[in-house]
Nanobody
Framework: QVQLVESGGGLVQPGGSLRLSCAAS????????MAWYRQAPGKKRELVAA????????NYADSVKGRFTISRDNAKNTAYLQMNSLKPEDTAVYYC???????WGQGTQVTVSS
């Protein structure tokens, strides 16, 4: 059974950084497109970043361009979301997503607050 397990969330001050991890099981992360979404309280889930399977092309929401970076490590079979210069409006539950199977991880909470 496919599994996606996120980790790395937490409380951080504005301007700080976090790296989220998405450990995958039963498939190889480099072979499939993957994405990170987030959902803030009272808001719809939104795409944050995505990476293609073919050539590692990346795509970002305008609100995070230049601050967030999606990547993956085949040796660790893990996808990452590096988040820098965090803002209070980045506060949300962040989800790892495997589009080919419409499969979601359980989510990890990120809170940006002083």
């Amino acid at each position: 059974q496919v599994q996606l397990v996120e980790s790395g969330g937490g409380l951080v001050q504005p301007g700080g950084s976090l790296r989220l991890s998405c450990a995958a099981s039963r498939f190889t992360v480099n072979n499939y497109a993957m994405a990170w979404y987030r959902q803030a309280p009272g808001k719809k889930r939104e795409l944050v970043a995505a990476i293609t399977s073919a050539d590692d092309t990346t795509n970002y929401a305008d609100s995070v361009k230049g601050r967030f970076t999606i990547s993956r490590d085949n040796a660790k079979n893990t996808a990452y979301l590096q988040m820098n210069s965090l803002k209070p409006e980045d506060t949300a539950v962040y989800y790892c997503y495997l589009p080919v199977l419409n499969y979601w991880g359980q989510g990890t909470q990120v809170t940006v607050s002083s």
